[in-house]
């Protein structure tokens, strides 16, 4: 059975949550490191999401060619 995807707004606040969590007791420089990491995990997982929405070389993409 799939589970419900969680609306914007719950996002915002689980991610709010989880980043006080991870904040605390941390430096400026531990801080900046661990923003930095997940801003990169961030772009890769977006890169791989929009690589695998786009079709395979030679995959019929549901246009016409141009004559």
Same mark, same amino acid.
């Given at each position: 059975?799939?589970?419900?995807?969680?609306?914007?707004?719950?996002?915002?606040?689980?991610?709010?949550?989880?980043?006080?969590?991870?904040?605390?007791?941390?430096?400026? @420089?531990? +801080?900046? &490191?661990? /923003? $930095?990491?997940?801003?990169?995990?961030? @772009?890769? +997982?977006? &890169?791989? /999401? $929009?690589?695998?929405?786009?079709?395979?070389?030679?995959?019929?993409?549901?246009?016409?060619?141009?004559?």
């Amino acid at each position: 059975m799939e589970r419900p995807i969680p609306s914007g707004e719950a996002l915002l606040i689980l991610a709010a949550l989880v980043s006080l969590q991870l904040a605390q007791g941390r430096t400026t @420089d531990q +801080l900046d &490191l661990m /923003a $930095a990491f997940f801003n990169v995990l961030g @772009d890769n +997982l977006a &890169l791989i /999401a $929009a690589r695998r929405s786009m079709p395979e070389p030679g995959q019929a993409t549901g246009t016409q060619p141009d004559t």
